[in-house]
């Protein structure tokens, strides 16, 4: 089993910056596909951006492309999520998630696709 644990939440201005953690208790992150969500009240959460098993590839969902970036320390069995020029929109409770490498990644983006899931931090980006 994989017990994944998110920080680095906060308050910020819309323009800043902010950097998720995601640190995992259980196997190396090398042999799982890794998520980033959100979910705001009323909705469905909604993919963010994932990184393939093994590295070789990131998708980012087209609102934050270019803004957000995921990445992956393998030795601190750590993934993360770089956030920059944020927005109000971006205001959420962010999710990561992981799913063993032995499956295709094509269905990366959908909420099924992951068997392991964090508690979530908050993230508030004020006007």
């Known amino acids: 089993q994989v017990q994944l644990v998110e920080s680095g939440g906060g308050l910020v201005p819309a323009g800043g910056s902010l950097r998720l953690s995601c640190g995992a208790s259980?196997?190396?992150?090398?042999?799982?596909?890794l998520a980033w969500f959100r979910r705001t009240p009323g909705k469905e959460r909604e993919f963010v951006a994932g990184?393939?098993?093994?590295?070789?590839?990131?998708d980012h969902v087209d609102s934050v492309r270019g803004r957000f970036t995921i990445s992956r320390d393998t030795a601190k069995n750590t993934v993360y999520l770089q956030m920059n020029s944020l927005k109000p929109d971006d205001t959420a409770i962010y999710y990561c998630?992981?799913?063993?490498?032995?499956?295709?990644?094509?269905?990366?983006?959908?909420?099924?696709?992951?068997?392991?899931w964090g508690q979530g931090t908050q993230v508030t980006v004020s006007s």
């Open positions: 259980g196997r190396t992150f090398s042999d799982y596909h």
């Open positions: 990184i393939r098993g093994d590295g070789s590839s990131t």
């Open positions: 998630a992981a799913r063993s490498s032995d499956i295709r990644w094509t269905m990366r983006r959908l909420q099924s696709f992951y068997e392991y």
